[in-house]
């Protein structure tokens, strides 16, 4: 079973990620995975290394978006597990302030599929892959 | 370390702040500072008794927005500290309905970067900055 330290743990695990991704800091991003950790949408890059180099392109892409100050915005984070291991689901709305009208809109949307391990007494990704259409109701975790 | 306790009383802290700042409970948003707290927006507000006033005013204004209903949002709250102190970020959106169409939108985009700390056994804000744009990842709050 996961303790409510565990659970506040991966929380604000979610939240670094998302601060960390949105601020440029490419490698407390990448430090939010574990050394061997994965993500991605299609291809995936496994290794801390590769995904701060990963992150350093998308970083530095951001500046061809339509809009800027993008804010990832988490909700409905679903975690099962115990002290070994847990999954996750959670959702993504990415939010951008649109360059050309200044508007504020909602400029992406996902639904993110996690494992997570304990690396070093810290909770960390061991994957992240991200959808961008809905998933089967097979990817939300099992209750333990 | 932030024990359990802490860090639920701190995120009831951040969601009566928005509540009270969305219902015009004016006094109760003022007391989510301790006594000598600070709040940095477009202007800085020291002390209880300033930070009411200002909130006075900014219900005054609120009037003349193009919106309406508006509510406040928090995400990926960060925080870190101690026992009676602690550091701490998360994002903001306010979502208002548009007075000529009544369409509900994103009207405000922010940041806020904050200091707590424990008042009488409370959990408050000391200082409360808020950005309006994408800030330096040193924003973030550096793991305890």
């Known amino acids: 079973m996961l303790s409510i330290e565990d659970r506040l743990?991966?929380?604000?695990?979610?939240?670094?990620?998302?601060?960390?991704?949105?601020?440029?800091?490419v490698k407390g991003w990448a430090r939010c995975f574990t050394r061997d950790g994965e993500f991605g949408v299609r291809t995936m890059h496994k290794g801390r290394d590769r995904l701060e180099a990963h992150g350093a392109v998308v970083m530095s892409r951001r500046q061809n978006n339509s809009w800027t100050n993008v804010q990832h915005w988490n909700g409905n984070i679903i975690v099962e597990g115990d002290?070994?291991?847990?999954?996750?689901?959670s959702y993504l709305a990415m939010v951008g302030r649109v360059k050309d009208s200044d508007a504020l809109t909602i400029v992406a949307q996902g639904w993110y599929n996690d494992t997570l391990e304990k690396e070093d007494g810290e909770w960390k990704f061991s994957t992240r892959r991200i959808s961008f259409d809905t998933?089967?109701?097979?990817?939300?975790p099992q209750q333990s | 370390m932030l024990s359990i306790e802490?860090?639920?009383?701190?995120?009831?802290?951040?969601?009566r702040y928005c509540v009270c700042m969305d219902t015009g409970d004016m006094k109760g948003w003022a007391h989510c500072f301790t006594v000598d707290g600070e709040f940095a927006t477009y202007t800085v507000h020291k002390g209880r008794d300033n930070i009411e006033a200002?909130?006075?005013?900014?219900?005054?204004?609120?009037?003349?927005?193009?919106?309406?209903?508006?509510?406040?949002?928090n995400n990926n709250l960060i925080v870190e500290g101690d026992g009676g102190k602690a550091q701490a970020m998360c994002y903001?959106?306010?979502i208002g309905k548009m007075k000529d169409s009544g369409e509900m939108k994103i009207v405000?985009?922010?940041?806020?970067?904050?200091?707590?700390?424990?008042?009488?056994?409370?959990w408050k804000f000391k200082a409360r900055r808020v950005?309006?744009?994408?800030?330096?990842p040193d924003f973030i709050p550096k793991k305890a």
Not at chain 1, 83 to 89: I, L, P, T, V, Y
Not at chain 2, 54 to 73: E, K, S
Not at chain 2, 108 to 122: N, R, S, T, V
Not at chain 2, 131 to 136: E, N, V
Request: aromatic share 10%.
């Open chain 1, 9 to 25: 743990a991966i929380q604000q695990l979610h939240a670094r990620y998302c601060a960390c991704l949105d601020t440029g800091d």
């Open chain 2, 108 to 122: 405000i985009q922010g940041w806020y970067g904050d200091e707590l700390a424990k008042e009488d056994g409370q």
């Open chain 2, 131 to 136: 950005a309006f744009a994408t800030p330096a």
């Open chain 1, 83 to 89: 002290a070994s291991g847990a999954s996750a689901m």
């Open chain 2, 92 to 94: 903001l959106m306010v």
């Open chain 1, 135 to 140: 998933p089967r109701p097979d990817s939300i």
């Open chain 2, 54 to 73: 200002y909130g006075a005013d900014v219900m005054a204004r609120r009037q003349t927005n193009p919106w309406t209903n508006g509510q406040h949002w």
């Open chain 2, 6 to 15: 802490d860090r639920i009383a701190i995120q009831q802290l951040y969601a």
